[in-house]
């Protein structure tokens, strides 16, 4: 049985409740499974990005459950939730927010720290990591002096340093170049298929949304079409493995 | 990795950095300054005090300080004077006999404290010679010569071997007087002590006091200054009959006056400090707004709120402490020089520091006692001046600082 990564119930995000009520995201089901390569794709101000920061637990819905891995985060508390973000939750943003005053390296390291990871097993997957990022020449380096694609890798690797259960991506490849994007694309995909890495992102870019295997388009805070042959929402008891 | 990137941190606007820390490095040589100057002024009133007044301690007869009177002399006076000698840790023990008196002269007349001095060990005691301007002082074989403050000659229109008269009362309550010559004008740069004071020959004075060969008092001179206490209660131990006070019994306005300058001085410096907690204050509030959106990726990506605190308070203690070197050296040198070669304040008044006992020329002391104390002000300032920056930061919400 595959491994249910996240499952949404019925969750919505609403501005200004108590006056003019605005719905970001408006009673959404989601049901992620391990090893899913999913965009998240809509129109400005469809709710993507509040959809993404819901699911990664930078936002509390006020309505509906989140369950990562089976946890509920909508009830868990902000300390918790921190913690529970650093230990299986992968972000890569779209202007890549890497720390400037660290390199390339220890952005990436910056996270195994917080995990309390040892040294020698830093240093282990940092090389690996670099290795696939292909970015092995560039580990000293700050991020003011990479390119917008170096960047981004290093981005994911940080992301995937702290061994993550899903990664989330808000428009990754929104600042990059075609070259970079394609590229940025390329490693996503490879982690995706050789590492069973989970992908959720939120995109415009027809290239990514050709390449995802799973399509979801927002529309109004609402899931308009899901292009997944599993249904959108399946109850939490079903799935939690 | 918190340490570090506080550390380069505060590297990220160089000039603005470098601005908080020669701020810091100049509040605290200033503080420190202001501190060396005080410590310097009040080592020289004690000095002035010990050397020149009261001596470290001095022995009086119980009754004496009461009413002043010539009767109450010191039992045994001579045998006792050996005895305190004796004292290992005595450097010099000096007899004198004491009356209050009134000076007349043909314009006016002043109240005077009469001190009858064995001129020899006076003019080591109380260093008199050296403070003597005018005149040589006491002549070997001349009774009747007094030597008179400044302050009085000016007073009373007295010039160097002028006539006065002394009148007092004897231990028979009788009422004596006497006329003596000036033999020298003396200056010690405490103008009300030179006012009052003035010297004649215990000879002589004991001769109309009718105290024989005995005094009043016995004024003590230590080897070391920290002997002070240790001294004192060893003279009150051994001699429980007899009066025995330490400087600060006798000149207890002085005693005050450091307490209380040494509790300004904090002051001065916490005012220094806080003003410099509100530049610091300021920067870091700087910091943390530019960096909204990056502290709200850190939390996102799982860095947990103390640590963002840490990283604030670090940033904080950095940019405060790295001037801290600096201005304890600049502190250093220029108070080394200045502790050499004196500071002269006489511009600022010689006579209103005069009349206060202070001499004119200072050199200030290097504070070295109070540098924890500082550092840990110091640091005080840094933790509070970081609160509201790192409460700013800790009130970030990632989704709303990432939108920015």
Sequence with gaps: ?241 | MILLMAWRNIWRNKARSIVIMLSVAIGLFAGIGVLALYKGMMKSRIRAVIDSEAGHLQIHHPDFKKDNHPAFILPDANALLKKVQSFPAVKMAVPRTLAQGMLVTTTGSAGVQINGVVPALEYSASQLKRKIIAGEGFHEGKKNEIVIGKKLADKMKLKLGAKLVLTFTDTADNLVSSAFRVAGIYQSGNAPFDELNVYVSLTTLNEWLLTGNSFHQIAVILKNDDDLQVMQDQLKKTYPSLLVQSWKDLSPETELMVKTVDEYSYIIMIIILVALAFGILNTMLMSILERTKEIGMMVALGTAKAKVFLLVLMETVFLTIAGTPIGFLAAYIVIGYYQKHGLDLSGMGKDMMASFGFETTIYPSFPSEKLVMILAMVICTALLSCLLPALKALRLQPVEALRR
């Design chain 1, 1 to 241: 049985m595959e491994k249910t990564v996240i499952d949404a119930h019925n969750i919505s995000k609403i501005y200004n409740p108590e006056t003019i009520p605005v719905y970001a995201v408006n009673n959404v089901h989601l049901h992620l499974l391990e090893g899913e390569f999913t965009a998240l794709v809509g129109p400005s101000g469809s709710g993507k990005t509040t959809l993404l920061n819901l699911i990664g637990g930078l936002d509390k819905p006020n309505e509906g459950n989140i369950y990562i891995n089976g946890t509920d985060i909508t009830k868990l508390s902000a300390g918790k939730l921190i913690d529970f973000r650093l230990h299986n939750i992968g972000f890569v943003f779209q202007s890549f927010n890497l720390i400037p005053v660290l390199t390339a390296k220890e952005n990436a390291e910056f996270i195994m720290l917080l995990q309390g990871i040892k040294k020698s097993e830093r240093e282990k997957r940092l090389q690996q990591l670099f290795k696939e990022i292909g970015l092995e020449d560039k580990t000293d380096i700050r991020p003011s002096q990479l390119s917008g694609g170096q960047q981004q890798r290093v981005a994911v690797a940080r992301a995937l340093a702290s061994r993550p259960h899903f990664i989330l991506a808000d428009e990754p490849t929104a600042n990059l170049d075609s070259v970079s994007a394609s590229n940025l694309l390329d490693l996503m995909e490879k982690l995706n298929r050789e590492e069973n890495m989970t992908f959720l992102f939120s995109t415009h870019d027809q290239r990514v949304i050709e390449r995802a295997r799973r399509v979801i388009t927002l529309v109004d805070g609402r899931i308009a079409s899901d292009s997944a042959a599993v249904p959108t929402s399946i109850p939490h008891e079903q799935v939690v493995t």
